[in-house]
């Protein structure tokens, strides 16, 4: 204790000039946006380097149950393409449709919390993949969250699983809509709000997106209805939703690129000004 003691006081100009810098290199931070961004992106390039190799070896020893899951996409790809064949040709095929204006990119999660209350991913692929801000992502099962940062070769996704996460769903069967949050008691339950009292709500019933947003197509799976509850204003249903996927076990995921974007916030950004 002694020899602590005698450190401190020999180094006590050199600690407080560190102590002092820290304090001031925090509050730049806090105080300039520009600072904060380039420090969160700097944060999630040498995180994203740790959470890289650490998930390559995990990798390595789970091949067996990566190739399972591929198998069973597969599976599920082959129906629905053998399921459009049986309804269109080639003569009749509308060429509107078979261009999407979605796109795709694959990347592997390399870090995920779900125990918190605002949970995030971490995601292979950043800038230089073209990975920006406020594209969804999904897996082979169906939802998952929404581009929160990046950097170059890597992005955080801010999971549905968050006190902040927002998303359009609702009922496959009815399409009444709904606002899908979370209260972070299970994290494989979620819940979709403002259902109005008219929906038909039947446990088991699928939840699907709802496509009114440039983020998510209409269609992605969400989950089931696992219970409903009337809300105090007697107009709406509150309805805990089982989620397809295990948000605690993540391991290939599809960032969703809207290629028509920038073209609907122009438009609507325009629309706006114009009131």
Same mark, same amino acid.
């Given at each position: ?10 180094? #006590?100009? @050199? ?5 002092? @810098?820290? &304090? ?7 105080s300039h946006s520009f600072h904060k961004n380039k420090f969160i992106n700097s944060a999630n390039f040498f995180s994203g380097g740790i959470y890289s190799f650490k998930n390559n070896v995990n990798n390595y020893f789970n091949l067996k ?39 795709f990119e694959t990347a592997r999660v390399i870090n995920n919390t779900y125990s918190k209350s605002k949970n995030i991913l971490t995601i292979d692929k950043g800038s230089q993949m073209n990975i920006a801000l406020d594209m969804g992502v ?21 999971? $549905?699983?968050?006190? %902040? ?41 699928? &939840? $699907?997106?709802?496509? #009114? ?26 309805? %805990? $939703?089982?989620? @397809? ?31």
């Amino acid at each position: 204790m002694q020899q602590i003691l005698f450190f401190l006081i020999r180094n #006590k100009n @050199f600690l407080l000039s560190l102590f002092l @810098f820290l &304090i001031s290199f925090a509050l730049t931070i806090q105080s300039h946006s520009f600072h904060k961004n380039k420090f969160i992106n700097s944060a999630n390039f040498f995180s994203g380097g740790i959470y890289s190799f650490k998930n390559n070896v995990n990798n390595y020893f789970n091949l067996k149950e990566e190739n399972d899951l591929l198998l069973e996409e597969n599976a599920r790809l082959r129906m629905q393409l053998d399921s459009f064949d049986e309804f269109s040709t080639i003569d009749n095929t509308d060429s509107t449709f078979t261009h999407s204006k979605f796109q795709f990119e694959t990347a592997r999660v390399i870090n995920n919390t779900y125990s918190k209350s605002k949970n995030i991913l971490t995601i292979d692929k950043g800038s230089q993949m073209n990975i920006a801000l406020d594209m969804g992502v999904i897996s082979s099962k169906g939802l998952i969250g929404i581009i929160k940062n990046t950097s170059a070769k890597y992005a955080t996704v801010q999971s $549905i699983l968050n006190i %902040n996460s927002q998303i359009n769903a609702k009922l496959k069967n009815s399409n009444h809509f709904g606002s899908l949050i979370w209260n972070t008691e299970d994290p494989n339950i979620v819940q979709l709000i403002e259902i109005p009292r008219l929906a038909p709500i039947i446990v088991g019933d699928t &939840i $699907i997106t709802g496509g #009114k947003s440039t983020i998510f197509p209409e269609g992605v799976l969400v989950g089931t209805i696992q219970s409903s509850l009337l809300n105090k204003d007697k107009n709406s249903y509150t309805l %805990n $939703i089982k989620l @397809f996927n295990d948000m605690t076990s993540l391991k290939h995921v599809y960032i969703i690129n809207n290629k028509d974007t920038e073209e609907i916030k122009k438009l609507e950004k325009e629309s706006d000004d114009a009131e």
